[in-house]
């Protein structure tokens, strides 16, 4: 199980665009499908969109749709998460982790395995 490091949140007004990143340290990012996941407390997470080793997409979410896009470098062991066209309600802590294969199925790793997640917050 990999421990990826999620960064690239922040204050955004709607409309605006960010790009997070998922990055690992070790080696095997590149072995696996990753998922995207948010939360805010109280709330449970929901998984936004994943990439598969092959680098195909698989939306979690309509509300994201034509908006969010997902993309992987494997030389630099990361995912990239670009959000275009933010929404208010796409405010969350978004994490991200790595399934358990090179598929999209949505696993959700266990506590002790997620990062920190990255800030995103869409105001005026």
């Known amino acids: 199980q990999l421990r990826p490091v999620e960064s690239g949140g922040g204050l955004v007004q709607p409309g605006g665009s960010l790009r997070l990143s998922c990055a690992s340290s070790g080696f095997g990012m590149e072995l696996y499908a990753i998922n995207w996941f948010r939360q805010v407390p109280g709330k449970e997470r929901e998984g936004v969109l994943c990439i598969s080793t092959g680098s195909d997409t698989t939306y979690y979410s309509d509300s994201v749709k034509g908006r969010f896009t997902i993309s992987r470098d494997s030389a630099k062991n990361t995912v990239y998460l670009q959000m275009n066209n933010l929404k208010p309600e796409d405010t969350d802590v978004y994490y991200c982790?790595?399934?358990?294969?090179?598929?999209?199925?949505?696993?959700?790793?266990?506590?002790?395995?997620w990062g920190q997640g990255t800030r995103v917050t869409v105001s005026s």
């Open positions: 982790a790595d399934d358990i294969g090179e598929d999209c199925t949505g696993y959700i790793p266990p506590v002790g395995f």
